[in-house]
């Protein structure tokens, strides 16, 4: 998996610094996490004790103009970042009450974009990648109280 990004960055044109190569590892080790840009740093610093901030920063920025890495605020309004893989598109279901992730593929909700898109004869260009409701977990817990 490293590799295939690595040939990513390769066939954008940037240059594979040491500092990059690290901030992407820490990305693939933690592959379908949601790290902030704290966590990245802390991280990457265990590969390379000098590295610094501004340098994780500006690599995750790298990433995610060339689309390595998306970019996702929930509502605890903390950035958080995740590596993009095409075979594993999908959705976040975020609980309001708990803060959990569900992650949903992506073709599930396609059809209901689509469904919408030809009732109100909208042509979609993009969607946010979450969704806000309350998990399972605590709806059961709202109906015990």
Known sequence: MFNDYIMKLYNSGIKLTSSREAVLSVFCENFNKHLSAEEVYELAKLKMPSIGVATVYRSINIFVISQLVAKI????????YELLDKNNMHYHLYCEDC???IEEPISRIK???????KEVGFQ???????LIGKCQKCL??????
């Open 99 to 101: 803060g959990g992730i």
């Open 140 to 145: 059961l817990k709202k109906k015990k109280r």
């Open 73 to 80: 605020q929930f509502m605890d309004k903390v950035t958080r």
């Open 124 to 130: 979609l260009t993009a969607a946010n990648s979450c």
């Open 111 to 117: 059809v209901l974009e689509t469904e919408i898109s």
